[in-house]
């Protein structure tokens, strides 16, 4: 019941005073949309007049309401339990992708799913059991829907693998693990994601592993924030690449991570998940400060106000949607930089679909900061 | 398994065979389609999530769309869909393309026959891949 979401998120604290719909990246684009109205009606409304708008499912869930909201009302906890009330009663958001990515979760169902371990290339070292676990996420197949756009998932992938190996970690890699559910979390489908959550702990606990290495911060936030109270304790702990990677950074006696010269100018992208949910904020701008010769100029709004890539959860892609895009791609290219550099496949695939179809007024390279680290390693120490 | 079949040569190449005498397995499922043009990967991946073990998409030669280039659309779904059979563990010849010249059963007969034989080895029909609903 939505009642009971209004307890919790603290929802009945709102003061009206409408910091969120100000702060509101989709507000400011689609009046119709306001985080402040949809807690004012729920409160005095009651619940069937939020559930069964259509405008629930317009939220990015980037969380700058929650940050910024003076009464710590929890409003994108809110916006799911209103979700899942939404879907109980049979209304969804629209399915964008041409429900591509709704199929692909169907055929994880499956007995038979499978996922071919040829997708990660010859290079990179895994091995069947081990004490670190590699978790992919959909990475393989965002590689296969979006390579018209020039993403390539299995890049990344291999990548982080390399970026392991080189610190002297061989992940173990599953072949039964499924979508960590984020996506489903976020539209409301409860009993779809603790079925994905405890297939993916069984897979992960077979390999014997005590931690589990994460190159895409919606998977991660999913192990960390949400897991644990879905299939109780874990087991493993779940760790962030970046976070390892800062950290041996840090580590001077390891010897740092051998990162060789790349000449170019940089700006970073914080992904929701990373910067306003996990607090993943200082890793990446301190790695991407050890690569000799690249610089790294900030945008405007960076870190907690950093603005969203602009889409989220695979529902409603609308025009509204790509002005967000464009408003972000705009103020990466107020920077002068050349390369848009973000740690989420999200953000990368929004970013890059927007630059591709709208009028941005430049050309930016969009590239993971996985990618750029091994790049970086792997290069020729004279000259880059 | 299923055909996949659009409504211009492929269906009345279908209904040619019928009349014709021409058998063909019971288990097949003949699914119209306007155009093989519009079919999405999405329909085509669900066919096998819903436990289907084959499917055979029959479209039109290039050049001889009723409509613009259906035959040559449907060639890129096929491919995309068929890479993400690849990475869920579903062999990818389970999903058969084949473009029918002309309304004729023998046409249907070279196709089904040309499916079946790519597949012959992945069994279809006699081992039940999934539980979901089956016909």
Redesign the interface.
């Known amino acids: 019941m939505l009642r009971e979401a209004v307890d919790k998120t603290k929802a009945y604290y709102c003061l009206d005073c409408g910091i969120c719909t100000g702060s509101c990246p989709v507000s400011r684009y689609d009046p119709r949309y306001s985080p402040r109205l949809t807690v004012e009606r729920a409160l005095i409304l009651g619940e069937k007049d939020v559930v069964c708008d259509p405008e629930i499912w317009s939220c990015l869930t980037c969380g700058t309401c929650n940050q910024r909201c003076p009464s710590t009302v929890d409003y994108t906890a809110f916006l799911r339990a209103a979700r899942a009330e939404a879907r109980q009663l049979g209304e969804t958001g629209l399915c964008t992708h ?3 990515i ?3 979760l ?11 371990a040829s ?1 990660l290339g010859r290079g990179p070292k895994t091995r069947k059991r081990s004490d670190t676990y590699y978790f992919p996420g959909c990475l ?2 965002l590689g ?2 979006f390579r018209e756009i020039g993403f390539e998932g299995n890049a990344i992938g291999r990548a982080a693998v390399e970026l392991l190996n080189h610190l002297g970690i061989v992940p173990a890699i599953g ?1 039964t693990e499924v979508c960590c559910g984020h996506d489903a979390y976020w539209t409301g489908e409860v009993d779809r994601v603790r079925d994905l959550a405890k297939r993916n702990v069984a897979a992960i606990k077979r390999t014997g592993a005590k931690r589990v290495v994460f190159s895409c911060p919606e998977c991660y936030y999913m192990f960390r924030q949400v897991y644990p109270d879905l299939v109780g304790n874990l087991g493993f702990e779940p760790v962030f690449i970046l976070n390892l990677l800062a950290e041996r950074l840090a580590d001077a006696k390891a010897g740092g991570l051998g990162l060789k010269t790349l000449e170019a100018k940089v700006t970073y992208q914080d992904p929701c998940r990373l910067a306003k949910y996990d607090r993943v904020i200082a890793e990446p701008r301190a790695l991407l400060g050890a690569i000799p010769g690249l610089e790294l100029v900030e945008m405007k709004r960076t870190a907690r106000d950093a603005l969203c890539c602009g889409s989220s959860s695979w529902v409603s892609c609308s025009r509204v949607n790509k002005r967000i895009q464009v408003e972000r791609l705009t103020e990466a290219l107020a920077t002068g930089a050349g390369t848009l550099v973000t740690a989420c496949p999200k953000c990368n695939i929004h970013l890059r679909c927007a630059m591709r179809d709208q009028d941005v007024g430049g050309s930016l390279e969009i590239t993971d900061l996985v990618v750029l680290l091994a790049r970086s390693m792997a290069a020729e120490s004279a000259g880059g | 398994m299923a055909i996949v079949a659009c409504t211009w040569h492929p269906l009345t190449a279908i209904e040619n065979a019928a009349r014709d005498g021409v058998t063909y397995r019971p288990d097949v499922a003949v699914v119209p389609t306007k155009c093989t043009g519009v079919v999405t990967v999405a329909f085509l991946l669900k066919l096998f999530a819903k436990g289907l073990e084959g499917v055979l998409v029959l479209g039109c030669a290039d050049g001889d769309c009723h409509y613009y280039n259906g035959g040559e659309r449907c060639k890129a779904i096929v491919e995309e869909a068929r890479e993400i059979l690849e990475i869920s563990g579903i062999p990818k010849q389970r999903l058969g393309f084949q473009q029918v010249a002309n309304s004729t059963s023998e046409e249907f007969d070279k196709a089904l026959k040309s499916y079946l034989k790519q597949v012959k080895h992945l069994n279809i029909g006699r081992n039940r891949v999934a539980s979901g609903s089956r016909r």
């Open positions: 041409a429900e591509k709704e199929a692909y169907e055929l994880q169902m499956l007995p038979t799913y499978r996922r071919p997708w393989a197949f296969v829907i072949d």
